[in-house]
């Protein structure tokens, strides 16, 4: 006999499952709905142009001259590329506004989360601009955490004619995910909802682009007040700009990529109000901030010291994309095409192979592929640059990583290096990028920023636009990692949005380039490790048993209890996080002096007693079940 309680869960349920069928019936509008929109759309967009001339007033840029330069020097055996490694932030924005200025043809842009903070009002303005001037812009942002404003969209459709604007996967039809909407999405139709566009792409003149794990947020450019993220992006100039703009078509043309005027909320909002639209002034929360951006992006000397003398000139350069199909057919040779490249990568390494994700949780694939290697006669090294509980926001996540320790450490031979929430590596970075401080004349290793960002509403609090870190024993400004980079052997490198977890496996679409140059990754190598440094991370390393007896018991109960789907509740882990002592130089772990120079400080260190450090451990206990799509 169902007791009370679980016959008024069974409601809720079926509540929930009535609702979101009544949403799915009523989700499409009818050919006349947007027909209509459409004729608003045609009739009230505002046409002025603020160019007559051919090339559309487009401004000087030696990125873009670079890139054609190398395009024109190139053939099929021989590819010519330019190649510039984005990792602090301030040059990164600067170089997507000076390309947006200088483009004369086209501008694609494809992203995850665009928000409407100080990012991603300039951003978006620029893009006007030069749809005003005559370029053609459009702009594919996966919906579920982009814009979220059927006012601000409705704008957008009638901005330019030269402006297009396509949401990817929308739930329900609609611009603006409310919660119960959210969660009727993951009731109704689990793997469609969960399947996202996590590609991260500006393409100008199909000549040049820029790709990584940027989005369009201030978190991801060190201009969040409370917690930045350090994360990187590629500038590549050359042929491989013509596999992105092959891949940008793709997802342009692929059913998923709806128009305005086909959004429920949207086009209600046309049909209610057909007057003509005005584009207003950004009202920016840091505009001094923002204006020395705009001036950096128009300076020669700003721009030859940043960008065009880090430039590397390479040959081989490629471009990968997972199809917008991955989910639907992933049986498909080329559906998975980045996340297979990215395992042959891994799984031909030889010496070292140096990762960096934000999430440690490992897809069975993965796992097979690193158990492989550490079984090899001479294993490679394998060194991993990720979050600590501290530094993350994605908690949920965390948990999982933190219940598979021992076996990261044991059956694949990592050597794990954690963020600390206040390295002061990137602090030193944000500091000179926001504290008013003349960047202008310093050394790019000196005066650069680091990098940012922020999302929403996700499952427990983790990957979505909004959601905030756990709460910290210590005071200041936190930063955690996004970035997400591999070397190999130091003859090739990756940069891309794949997270190195099983939802960028199997339910994300992610893209990214390899650079087959031995410079490129030696300047990478360097970029990553940097955050591994002692004063930037803590070392995951095996516990050191006190009593051995007592030691050995609890060690054999916890690697039972880590095996467990469920009801891993042994509190004792197989490892811990350990700090360098002062007058230490730093080691590996599994140096015969490690433990005399580096002393432990705790599962979760500098985490305060929380909410989330007991959902963590909850997590930890109960969550295996959900790590596909954490």
């Not at 978190?219 to 042929?239: A, E, L, T």
């Not at 596999?243 to 078509?249: G, L, V």
């Not at 050394?443 to 940012?452: D, F, H, I, R, V």
């Not at 090739?492 to 679409?509: E, I, K």
């Amino acid at each position: 006999m169902p007791q009370p309680h679980q016959i008024a869960r069974i409601a809720r349920i079926i509540l929930l499952g009535l609702f979101a069928t009544a949403l799915l019936q009523g989700c499409t509008l009818s050919r006349a709905q947007i027909r209509r929109a459409d004729a608003v759309v045609a009739a009230t967009t505002d046409r002025q142009t603020s160019c007559t001339r051919d090339d559309h007033c487009a401004l000087p840029s030696p990125l873009l001259d670079a890139a054609t330069q190398a395009l024109t020097a190139s053939t099929a055996d021989q590819p010519v590329h330019v190649v510039t490694l984005l990792d602090d932030s301030e040059p990164a924005l600067v170089a997507r506004v000076n390309l947006i200025r200088a483009a004369r043809h086209s501008i694609d842009v494809q992203t995850y989360i665009w928000d409407q903070d100080d990012t991603g009002q300039l951003m978006l303005d620029e893009l006007v601009q030069a749809a005003r001037r005559g370029v053609q812009v459009r702009i594919l942002a996966d919906q579920l955490f982009s814009f979220n404003d059927p006012a601000l969209l409705d704008r957008l459709a009638r901005v330019s004619p030269n402006l297009q604007v396509r949401l990817y996967n929308p739930t329900f039809h609609k611009a603006r995910t409310e919660p119960v909407e959210f969660a009727a999405g993951l009731l109704c139709c689990f793997v469609q909802f969960n399947q996202r566009m996590h590609n991260k792409l500006l393409l100008v003149d199909d000549s040049i682009g820029i790709t990584g794990g940027r989005n369009y947020q201030d978190r991801y450019f060190n201009w969040d007040d409370s917690f930045d993220y350090i994360d990187r992006d590629v500038m590549v100039g050359g042929p491989a700009a013509q596999q992105m703009a092959a891949s940008f078509e793709l997802f342009w043309q692929h059913k998923r990529a709806v128009a305005l005027t086909h959004l429920r909320d949207v086009n209600q909002r046309m049909l209610a109000d057909s007057s003509p639209i005005t584009w207003p002034a950004p009202h920016y929360r840091q505009p001094l901030r923002v204006a020395q951006v705009q001036q950096a992006a128009g300076d020669v000397a700003w721009l030859q010291a940043w960008l065009v003398e880090p430039t590397l000139h390479v040959g081989k350069v490629e471009y990968f994309s997972d199809l917008p199909s991955k989910t639907d057919q992933p049986e498909k040779k080329r559906a998975q095409d980045f996340t297979r490249n990215i395992m042959a990568m891994v799984g031909d390494a030889k010496h070292e192979v140096l990762l960096q994700t934000p999430y440690l949780v490992m897809s069975r694939r993965a796992q097979r592929i690193f158990k492989r290697l550490h079984r090899n006669a001479d294993p490679p090294q394998v060194t991993v640059s990720t979050n600590s509980l501290a530094s993350t926001d994605a908690f949920a996540v965390y948990a999982l990583s933190y219940k598979h320790r021992k076996r990261y450490l044991e059956t694949f031979g990592f050597e794990i290096h954690e963020l600390k929430p206040h390295a002061p590596g990137p602090a030193v970075d944000y500091e000179l990028a926001n504290l008013g401080a003349d960047t202008s004349t310093l050394p790019p290793e000196t005066a650069s920023p680091a990098s940012a960002t922020r999302t929403r509403f996700h499952l427990l609090g983790g990957r979505g636009s909004g959601s905030r870190p756990a709460p910290l024993r210590s005071e200041g400004r936190r930063f955690g990692l996004h970035a997400k980079s591999i070397v190999i052997d130091d003859l090739f490198a990756m940069v891309g949005s794949h997270n190195f977890d099983p939802r960028s496996d199997h339910y994300n679409t992610e893209a990214g380039v390899i650079v087959y140059d031995a410079r490129f990754a030696d300047q990478l190598r360097h970029s990553i490790l940097r955050d591994t440094e002692p004063e930037n991370a803590w070392v995951v390393a095996p516990r050191r048993p006190e009593i051995p007896v007592l030691g050995d018991l609890s060690e054999a109960i916890g690697s039972v209890s880590e095996q467990l789907p469920l009801f891993d509740l042994w509190p004792f882990r197989y490892a811990t996080s350990y700090d360098l002592n002062s007058g230490c130089q730093p080691m590996r772990a599994n140096n015969p002096g490690f433990y005399a120079c580096y002393a432990p400080v705790g599962d979760f260190p500098d985490v305060a007693l929380s909410p989330k450090l007991i959902i963590t451990r909850l997590i930890t206990a109960f969550g295996a079940g959900v790590k596909g799509i954490l």
